[in-house]
Every structure is written in C-alpha cells, then in structure tokens.
C-alpha cells in the first residue's frame, strides 16, 4: 500500500501522464470532429506537457518547491489551443498546493490539490464551458475528497478517480450539443483522462516509456485526423468578422516587487475590456499575455504597471486578411469539388483526382448541413460539385445550399464511393458548369456498386435468413449475398452483381483487411473473370471490409 508520494515520484507521475498522453496524441487529436475538425488538440496538450517535462528535467533540486515551480513554468510557457492552456492551468494550480510539500503528500493533499487546479482552470476562462475538459476536472475534484477519506492507497485512490473521470468524460456529450451531434466525447477531457491514467501507471509500476519522451525542440510525428482535409492551405475569411485588429503577445517577467496576485487579476480584467481572447495567466515570476485588440499600446501599458516585457509580437489581422483576401480573389475559378467518405485511402484516391477538399462522413458518421456548408465554403470556386457518397447524406448536401454565401452548390446524387470516382472522374475543367452536372450524374448511373460487411442483429432480409455476425454482400437497395467468410461472399457480390457489359471490377478494402488477403482475393477474382480488368485500393474505410465497383 502506498499511502504517500514523494519528490522522485512526482517527477515519475508527470513524466508518466506526459508520455501515456503523446503515445494516445493521434487518437486524441482524432477526437476534434467539431464543427469544423482541426485534429490538433491532443497535439497541442502533448506539446504543452513536454514543455512541462522539459522544464522539469532541467530542474537539479529535487524539493517540492523547485519541481513544482518548474512544471507550473514550463506548463505555461508550452501552453497552445485551449485545450493546451487550460491543461497548463490546471498543473498550474495542481503545483501550488504540491508546493507547499516538504517530504510526501497523502492523498487528502492531492485532492486539495486537484480542487486548486480546477479553480485556477476556471479563473483563465474567460466564459467557462460545460461539456469539456473544465466539467471533467471538476468532477473528478468534487469528488476527491470523499474518495480521499476512503482511500489511502494511492493506487485504491487514482483508480476511484479516474472511474469518476470517465463517467463525467461520457456525460460531456449532454453538457455541449455539438459534442452529441458529431457523436464524439470531449478530446480535452479524453487527454486529461490519459494524462490521469499515466499518473497511475508511474504508481503501479507499469511501464509505459517514458524515458523517451520527446520535447518541444525535436520534430513531432505527424497524427491521424479525423478531418481529411483539402489540397491547398486556402481558408475563407470574412473582413467584416474581425472586431479587433491586433493580435497581441508577450510575456510579463522581473514583476515588480510590490506586484501581486491580485494585481494579474486586475489586467485580465482591463485586457477584457479592449478586446477579446484574452489569455493572462502566470504567477509572480512569470506572466503570459494573449489578447485580440484594437489599442496594443493601451495593453503594453497596463502590463508596463507590473513588470518588464518580454517577446513581443503584435500582428496586423486586418492587413493579413486583406492580403489573404486578395490572393482569394485572383485565384478564384469557377468550378470545385466536394467529397465525403470515411477512409484514408479513399480519401488520398478522392484528391488525386483533383477534389479540391475531402471531409469525413458516410454510414455511422453522417456529416449535417452545416459540416457540409462549412466544407464548401473552404473551396475557392464559384461553384462547388458535392459527391454525398451515401444515401444518407444527400439531404444534407442539398440543405446546405440555403448555409452558403457566395458559392453556388451543385450536389451529385452519389450513394456510394465507387459512384463518386466516377463523378469525379468525369469532371472537365474546361467545360460548362451544366455540362459538368449532366455528365457527372450519367457517370454515376454507369457504375454498378456493392459493399461487403457483417450483420448486427438477426434478421431475415430479401431472401436470406440472417444472423449475428454473418458476412453479407449488398447493394445500395439489397441484399446480394450472404456467407462466413469475406473472401467469398465477397466474390459472390461481385458474380451477383455482374453483367456481360463490364470490363473493369475495382475493389477498395477497407479495416480489418490485409494488403496480402485483398490481393490473394485479386487473384481469384481475375481467374473467375479473365476478361475483365481486375484492380485494387486501399480505403482504410470502416464497417466495410470490401467496397466492389463495376464498370
């Protein structure tokens, strides 16, 4: 039983909660579906985590006070994206507590602690918001400290804790409605999750590497996103959205002497007071500034009243945009393309053939209008083709059109992928609007279609009696066929749905595929029908081990 932490095992528990938290960073970052995804929070708190380390491991005393001092520093000089700021916060007010340690803290201590950071969390949000890493954090430090006085083993302790965590992690979706709707828990929550499981695997001795964490200086490996993305770095601006000109930073160090806690609190209220986005977060060494303001001068003031500054940039929004604007307008053409599907490979296959943007959706993961509005709106094209690619979705694209300003959406009736690279491929950038729409809707009915999955209840369904579990072929309307094993009710889709009219059968496999058993399945296929061209991708898509085009 431990009942106490001391100075070495802290050291081992942030190391810990650092290094389980860059290991899941991908899946993190995978979680931002909403609204539009940009895949970077779980990034954004591993970064702010290794600077915390970097601080650390640079700090030769092992008291509580330098350690402490350390990771709350280099927590916040790491801190980016909100989720990475409030993380920074909460080790902010974790550490003031911790500090005040001598030997070992006990449990009743770290849940003072956790209360401290939640507060402080708090308090460097401007407008607070349920449903995210701040409800989760919360939770767990109300909590606290009834599980404290019920165990005093730390293992006993963190395991109570973080099942209190996770319920609040699952609640977050009830808390904030875009959470429910894109069908995912809050990603800052599921990083401070990890972070606490990395706590606990440094006190039970698991292993989890964290010897080799890296730090802010060495090259990040590049994360899976949920959002596909498009091929170019445009993004649509709106001058008449930016209130405030300048985006202003800079660092607060040497405060004055007769400076006080009080007095950072003061500025974050005077920096609210002419502009937006306001970040003022730090303690009496050291001091970080963020703010979005039309009178940077009035802002230097107010921070000149504490102490000296350090590393100041201030940008010029308003002249950036108008650039950015300008660029918009001359590289403007007339004609775009919009794809969504659910897979890697289908998606790099979507933009090699010249989709100007890709978004993650299809069965289970249905993107809304406004996903689908947003999406279009990133093209630079007066008129934008949109490839549903499910049946589900071409309502959504068609309700888009009354979300979009200044963009014409043209929406193609594809109910699959294999329909959608025909529509694309049909695609003639030196032709007519009207032309393009007539011949990408004919493409699509030339293609016939097929996907390979499995069956989630027991059911009896266009002539075969189905059960859990079973391997099934169908169409977009029906059901083709049925067996155990995929490779086969795989090559009886394909002779269900086969005329003597197609020349070319395509095959996408998708998760739980192999490149080695897509290929075995090739050569079977081309021996069945010789005279066909016979290929295959990868789509990484889910659900569907095998998407089947004919040709």
Same mark, same amino acid.
């Given at each position: ?279 003022? !977060?730090?303690?009496? /060494?050291?001091? =970080?500034?963020? &703010?979005?303001?039309? $009178?940077?001068? +009035?802002?230097? @003031? ?91 979705? !071409?309502?959504?694209? /068609?309700?888009? =059109?009354?979300? &979009?300003?200044?963009? $014409?959406?043209? +929406?193609?009736? @594809? ?95 998708? /998760? ?40």
């Amino acid at each position: 039983m431990q009942k106490t932490i001391n100075s070495t095992e802290f050291r081992k528990m942030v190391a810990s909660g650092a290094r389980m938290l860059e290991i899941n960073r991908a899946k993190v970052d995978a979680l931002n579906v909403f609204p539009v995804p940009d895949g970077d929070t779980g990034t954004n708190m591993s970064l702010t985590m290794q600077s915390a380390i970097k601080e650390m491991n640079a700090c030769s005393s092992n008291r509580f006070q330098e350690i402490c001092d350390a990771v709350s520093k280099g927590a916040l000089k790491g801190a980016r994206g909100n989720s990475g700021v409030i993380s920074s916060q909460i080790f902010r007010g974790i550490c003031s507590v911790l500090k005040d340690t001598k030997d070992s803290f006990d449990t009743k201590t770290f849940s003072k602690a956790l209360e401290a950071g939640t507060k402080v969390a708090y308090s460097a949000v401007s407008i607070p918001k349920e449903g995210t890493i701040l409800t989760v954090v919360r939770m767990m430090s109300e909590a606290s400290s009834k599980l404290a006085g019920k165990h005093k083993d730390f293992v006993d302790f963190l395991t109570a804790l973080i099942e209190v965590g996770d319920e609040a992690l699952a609640r977050t979706p009830e808390l904030l409605p875009v959470l429910k709707k894109a069908g995912v828990v809050d990603s800052g929550g599921v990083g401070l999750m990890t972070i606490m499981r990395g706590f606990l695997a440094a006190i039970t001795g698991e292993d989890i590497g964290t010897d080799s964490i890296p730090t802010e200086s060495q090259e990040m490996a590049k994360g899976g996103s949920a959002d596909f993305g498009d091929n170019s770095d445009i993004i649509n601006l709106d001058l008449g959205d930016i209130e405030f000109a300048y985006c202003t930073e800079f660092f607060i160090i040497h405060l004055k002497q007769m400076t006080t806690l009080a007095d950072i609190d003061r500025l974050k209220e005077k920096l609210m007071g002419i502009g937006d986005s306001v970040i003022c !977060i730090g303690d009496l /060494e050291l001091v =970080k500034v963020h &703010v979005h303001t039309n $009178t940077p001068g +009035v802002a230097l @003031t107010y921070a000149l009243e504490l102490g000296e500054l350090d590393r100041l940039k201030i940008e010029n929004m308003l002249e950036e945009n108008r650039a950015l604007k300008a660029k918009l307008e001359a590289e403007k053409k007339e004609m775009g393309m919009l794809a969504i599907c659910a897979g890697q490979g289908l998606a790099d296959i979507f933009k090699d053939l010249m989709c100007d943007r890709v978004i993650e959706g299809g069965q289970t993961m249905n993107p809304s209008a406004q996903d689908i509005a947003d999406a279009v709106q990133k093209i630079n094209a007066s008129n934008v083709f949109v490839f549903p690619n499910n049946s589900n979705v !071409i309502l959504a694209a /068609e309700q888009a =059109k009354d979300l &979009v300003a200044n963009r $014409t959406i043209h +929406v193609i009736p @594809t109910k699959n992928v294999p329909q959608g690279f025909a529509a694309a491929l049909a695609f003639n950038s030196d032709g007519t609007v009207p032309e393009n729409k007539t011949n990408m809707t004919h493409a699509i009915d030339n293609v016939a279609s097929g996907q390979v999955t499995y069956a989630v209840r027991n059911t009896t369904m266009n002539g075969f009696k189905l059960k859990e579990g079973d391997i099934i072929g169908l169409d977009n309307k029906r059901i083709l066929a049925k067996g155990k094993d995929i490779e086969q009710t795989t090559l009886d889709l394909i002779k269900a749905l086969k005329n003597d009219e197609h020349e070319i059968i395509s095959l996408y496999y998708g /998760e739980g595929v192999t490149e080695d058993e897509a290929n075995a399945l090739v050569e079977k296929v081309s021996e069945a029908y010789p005279d066909c061209d016979v290929d295959c991708h990868f789509g990484g898509q889910p659900v569907y081990y095998y998407m089947v085009s004919l040709e």
